[in-house]
Every structure is written in C-alpha cells, then in structure tokens.
C-alpha cells in the first residue's frame, strides 16, 4: 500500500499547494508530490547534457574566433570577469589550478545565457550565431530559450513545483535547442529522456485546463481571417491545457476553441509557408496558410524569425466550446486590466461566468 505524506516532513505551506490541486485528497497529494520529484529528475538529465552540449559548442565558437578567459581581452570574458575571478577563487581554495577547462566547468548557466543578451548583438553576428548553425532563429529567441530553460532549471534546482506545467512541451524545447547546436547530440538526448513517459503518469490533470490569452490580432487573425492558429513567442513555458480563450474588445470571446497541435518552434519565414503548403499534410497546410496570412498583412504584427503556434479547432468544430454570452470585463480604470498577460482558469469557470469579476473571485 503506498505510503501518504506526513506534511511534516516537507512543511506545511509546500504540501498544500499539492492537496490544493489534488483537491484536498491527501493520497493523491501524495502521488502527486513524488510525480513531482520523478519528473524534475528526469528534466534535469536533459539539462545537464544540454548544457554541457552548449557551454563545449559555445567554448570552440569563441576558440575560433578570439582569445579564451585566461587571454583578455575576448569580450565575454572581460564583461564577466567578476564571475571568472570567482571561480578562480574558489578553485585555489580546492587546491586545484584555475585552468580555462575548470572555469568553463565551473561557471553557471547564467553565464553563458548572458552571452546572448543585446549587448553581445556584434559578438552574435561575427560568432555565437555559429553555435546554433541548424537554425534560423535570431538572438532574441535563442535567448528566450535560454531564458526559460535557465528559470526552469533555478526552479528544479529549488525542488519548486512543475505540477502544472507542460513538462513534455519543456523537454521538447530542450531537445530543440540541442538540435540546433548539432541533429545527432539531439537524437541522442531524445533517445535517452524519460520525461514524456513520466508525464504519462501525472495522477491528475491541472484544473484549470483552460489559457486565456490577450489577443486583439490574434482574435482577428482566427475569427475574421479563418486562420485556426494561436500564435505566441517562441521559449515561453507553457501549462497543461487543452483549451484557448480570447480576450479582446474588454470581453472574453465566447467561442473557445480545442488546442488540436502545439509546435514549439516554426521557422516563420515565406520560403517554409511554401515549403509547409505544398506537404499535403494538413497541419503543415494549417500552419503555412497562417505564416502566408501574417506575411501579408500590414502592418507585420508577427514578424519574428521562429514563433510557437497552436493549431486550433474552428469556430464551428464540434471541439470547440461555446460560451452562453461573451464575459464582459466592465471594471475601469487605473490597475483594472484582465488580461495583460496568460491566465488560467477551468472551463467551469467560464461557463458559469458573466463578467470578469466572477473570474477573479473563481
């Protein structure tokens, strides 16, 4: 018989958050808190060989092209300096010689991600966009990747909650990454991870199953120009959901369709609309005739080089859920916004709900 919890023994405060979602059962707390723990081992394998992968590809990069952190003056090196000396720091105390192979080691992730910030934009274009040779993904959406891989591993790292995140979406983009710095480390990774088995396992599905997202172009791109797609940046976390909500014109639509697909990363550019229309698959048709469409509307509102999209049911597949009435947001003023970025809620909720209000006290 499995064995329930003691609160006790991880606090109070860290296992309500499992029984809130459980409902207040303390057995599938239980189950769902080792879940928990199974799958941000099984992330966390992905991650260590992913950022090995990336520190060595970015390492023979600068190699290439200038002078290591114990040959100044290699711009990352210098702007990092205080890092590097830590290291070194640390390394004599071990009684060990700070070489450049042990401060490659030894530095953080956040090191290398700083690397891709807007001040490396000259460094980008003369070397570091030869790390990622396999994409066509510009610097500002690497370093969204690398962003949300780098919270999502301070959040494992601090054994935080992934009960409601989508964690086979999380090691898809991890695999991506890889995949960009070379296909054959990517296969590999893919070959060895347990995350999308272990996501099979979930005791439970998150309540709130349904994203309510900001969306005046996006509502326009799906209910005037017949495009059934949700276009969002590429490297944002997504939760576990299967619906989508629009909010626009101060009131959440009330047609909600079923997320059918989620890419996480589509080269938006004509050449792959072409590419996309001419598959004869009728998601790869979806997903082209949304690139053509944005293409050609002025001004660009989507004019990024990778974008993630879901790929929606239509207004009038069975799939889709119809709302009674629109939710009116009818709060005003200063600090009144509902939606300025992604919200949560169970589809319960939005069927009962007659203003906003009501979702707020949800």
């Not at 004599?92 to 992730?109: D, E, H, M």
């Not at 697909?261 to 004509?270: C, L, M, P």
């Amino acid at each position: 018989m499995p064995v329930r919890i003691d609160p006790a023994w991880l606090s109070r405060p860290r296992f309500a958050e499992y029984e809130d979602a459980a409902g207040g059962d303390a057995d599938v707390a239980s189950r769902l808190y080792e879940w928990n723990a199974r799958a941000s081992s099984a992330l966390f394998e992905v991650i260590h060989h992913f950022e090995v992968l990336l520190r060595n590809a970015i390492v023979r990069q600068l190699e290439h092209d200038g002078p290591t952190p114990l040959l100044p003056p290699g711009t990352p090196w210098v702007q990092g300096a205080k890092r590097i000396l830590e290291v070194e720091g640390r390394l004599k105390q071990l009684g060990k010689t700070p070489t450049a192979g042990r401060i490659y080691s030894n530095v953080t992730f956040g090191f290398w991600r700083t690397m891709f910030e807007n001040e490396y934009e000259e460094l980008w274009r003369h070397s570091l966009k030869f790390v990622f040779r396999h994409s066509r993904a510009d610097r500002p959406v690497i370093l969204a990747y690398l962003d949300s891989l780098n919270r999502l591993r301070n959040r494992i790292a601090h054994h935080g909650s992934l009960i409601e995140l989508d964690v086979r979406g999380e090691v898809q983009k991890i695999v991506r990454l890889a995949g960009w710095i070379d296909p054959e480390a990517a296969r590999w990774m893919r070959s060895l991870e347990r995350v999308t088995a272990i996501a099979q396992e979930r005791p439970i599905d998150p309540p709130r199953n349904v994203i309510v997202v900001p969306a005046g172009e996006a509502w326009e791109l799906y209910e005037t120009y017949k495009q059934n797609v949700y276009i969002f940046p590429a490297g944002r976390s997504v939760r576990v959901v299967d619906h989508l909500a629009f909010y626009a014109d101060q009131e959440v639509k009330p047609v909600i369709p079923r997320i059918l697909e989620w890419f996480d990363a589509i080269d938006w550019s004509k050449q792959n609309a072409a590419r996309l229309l001419k598959t004869g698959d009728p998601l790869d048709k979806i997903v082209g005739s949304a690139i053509s469409t944005t293409k050609a509307r002025k001004p660009r509102v989507w004019d990024g080089s990778v974008y993630q999209v879901f790929v929606l049911s239509g207004p009038r597949d069975s799939e889709t859920q119809t709302l009674p009435a629109p939710i009116t947001h009818s709060r005003r003023g200063r600090g009144s916004a509902f939606a300025q970025g992604q919200r949560y809620h169970a589809m319960s909720e939005l069927l009962t709900a007659r203003d906003t209000a009501d979702l707020a006290r949800a």
